[in-house]
């Protein structure tokens, strides 16, 4: 097993571009996370999904949307960049009690 | 609504001390707790899962307690090595409210 992928690792964007972070889990979790970490701030959750096809808000849902078109996918997606949002982010699957985290995405926007 | 403190933020410590970090949540209606590892620049890492009826579970070097009733949770690390420097995060899961997690305690052992 693969376990949580991230897509991409890295990634630059200017103020006002678009960008889809995707993730992907190969345990056949229904539950779903996406989270961005700065630093003194801890984790803070963006969106989440219980099952495909659902999605919710969490902590800090502003400037983000997300879709979870396959059971598999959480995607990301920023539609305007903004500066406010470069951080790295952390997507997560859970089963009934261990979640498993992805390795991030460290996102700058200029 | 939960919240997670952990304390100590940071933690400096000579090899092969036993050590101890703390988590303290403020509402014990609690599913489980979960400790985490962080190394710097990579994701979360699952350590210790912690059921509401259990009060504690061990993993080689890690032991980790739950105290429901009075919110608090210990990860003790015995023998400490440098490799175990880390951020450790607890989280915590209330039902079918997301994990809520506390914002690390930052490991330093020292060779």
């Known amino acids: 097993n693969a376990g949580v992928t991230q897509t991409p690792k890295f990634r630059v964007l200017k103020t006002g571009q678009s960008m889809t972070l995707l993730c992907a889990q190969d345990?056949?979790?229904?539950?779903m996370y996406w989270y961005r970490q700065d630093p003194g701030m801890g984790l803070r959750l963006i969106h989440y999904?219980?099952?495909?096809?659902?999605?919710a808000k969490g902590e800090v849902p502003d400037g983000y949307n997300v879709s979870r078109l396959k059971k598999q996918n959480f995607l990301l997606g920023l539609e305007s960049a903004a500066p406010s949002q470069t951080s790295v982010y952390f997507c997560?699957?859970?089963?009934?009690?261990?979640?498993?985290f992805g390795p991030g995405t460290r996102l700058t926007v200029l | 609504k939960q919240e997670v403190t952990q304390i100590p933020a940071a933690l400096s410590v000579p090899e092969g001390e036993n050590l101890v970090l703390n988590c303290s949540f403020t509402?014990?209606?609690?599913?489980?707790l979960q400790w985490f590892r962080q190394d710097p620049g990579k994701g979360l890492t699952s350590l210790l899962l912690?059921?509401?009826?259990?009060r504690e579970q061990t993993s080689g070097r890690l032991n980790a307690s739950l105290d429901k009733s009075s919110g608090r949770s210990t990860l003790y690390i015995a023998a400490s090595q440098p490799g175990d420097s880390a951020t450790y995060l607890c989280?915590?899961?209330?039902?079918?409210?997301?994990?809520?997690f506390g914002k690390g305690t930052r490991l330093s052992v020292i060779a």
């Open positions: 345990m056949n979790h229904e539950y």
């Open positions: 989280a915590v899961n209330s039902g079918n409210t997301p994990l809520v």
């Open positions: 997560a699957s859970r089963d009934r009690g261990r979640k498993f």
């Open positions: 509402d014990s209606a609690i599913y489980n």
């Open positions: 912690i059921q509401s009826s259990q």
């Open positions: 999904s219980v099952g495909e096809g659902t999605t």
